[in-house]
């Protein structure tokens, strides 16, 4: 089922590995002449222009943007207490994780009388962006929302698409998770339309604000990620999102029954996405694509699964040495990459770029998509060799304090007079030595 390429018996460069492997085709300039009329039509009119859209779109002309309160309690009264209770324990171990990534200021003393000091100060408002096209993810109003409540934010909104099954309203999980996480300010709108509308602000159909934010996070499909891209600047993004992706390095110790069921889980997000297995191991490749063959039709979105699964962007890589697939996946860079060899542990601490990373058999990325503690919103596309996942850290910038006395500022300007010299920027070595005439 997977296609195959076979680099046993050579290590090409990073460069050829590029080039090489399976990777999803997302053209997001393709799609920037669609999104830019959209954008430009929400700045010149607002919500009557995002309202008009989102009945072209998605079906449906919600009553408003911002969803009642009421509407919230509503959805968590008529929760599923199965689904309660596993959005209750997600909330509690990504609170954990989330809440030791807090960073606190520090003051380093340069010289007598100078201090710097960093302080780390949280974006005032942000907009947490929750998905709802092939499938409804609650999972992600919490993986977006908890970082920026521990960040501090002081104000945040969550959109979600609305839904032509629930009145124009987004699914009621979302709103289940929203209002289970003390979130009161939710927007019925989706994809462009949220980026720019929390771009640009407007007012609601009974006349209330609706305030722009600083930054929007999450996810979303490839009209939202160019919105994201025509309007960094105006508003601040963590990162253009790509489809999702999974990559297993696998040695003969590693159960095929597994890595195939870990392979469907992400193909099952969306014909895009991509599922890659590196392997030391032909026999285990083989034995892969027998259950695949065997899971795929067992499962209940099986024509995605299978469109994903037999794209280009998916398939295995067959190397000599866990060495040479350590290289692979470097360079890869995986969202998620599954660590299932001999000495997990000791593989996966030799890895240098993943979004996330998941050590031996019973570390499924499934796992870290709901209860690990960990963050699902990471980077795609290879992004992961520069770039980090959703964090507190997100959500928090730092700022230079600098304090320094007469006597500290006297001790160094001649060596800001002659850096500024060396620049040919005379005046600011002026704009220290005017503090010493008298």
Known sequence: MLNRIDLRGRVPSPAELRAALPRAEVDVDAVLHHVRPLVDDVRTRGVDAVLEHTERFDGVRPAAVRVPVAELERALAELDPAVRAALEESIARARAVHADQRRTDTTTRVAPGGTVTERWVPVRRVGL????????????????????????VESLVVCSPPQADFGGLPHPAVLAAAALLGVTEVWAVGGALAVALLAYGGTDTDGSGLEPADMVTGPGNVY????????RGVIGIDAEAGPTEIAVLADDTADPVHVAADLISQAEHDTLAASVLVTTSEELADAVDRELERQVGATKHHERVRTALTGPQSGVVLVSTLDDGLRVV???AAEHLEVQTADAREVAARVRAAGAIFVGAHSPVSLGDYCAGSNHVLPTGGCARHSSGLSVQTFLRGIHVVDYSEDALR??????????????LPAHGQAVTARFRR
């Open 411 to 424: 001790s160094v300007a001649h060596h800001v007079v002659a850096l500024a010299e060396a620049e040919d």
């Open 224 to 231: 939202l990620t160019a919105a994201k891209r025509l309007l």
């Open 129 to 152: 962006y929750a998905p709802g096209g092939l499938a409804v993810y609650p999972s992600s109003v919490v993986m977006n929302v908890v970082p920026a409540q521990l960040a501090g």
């Open 330 to 332: 470097d360079v890869y």
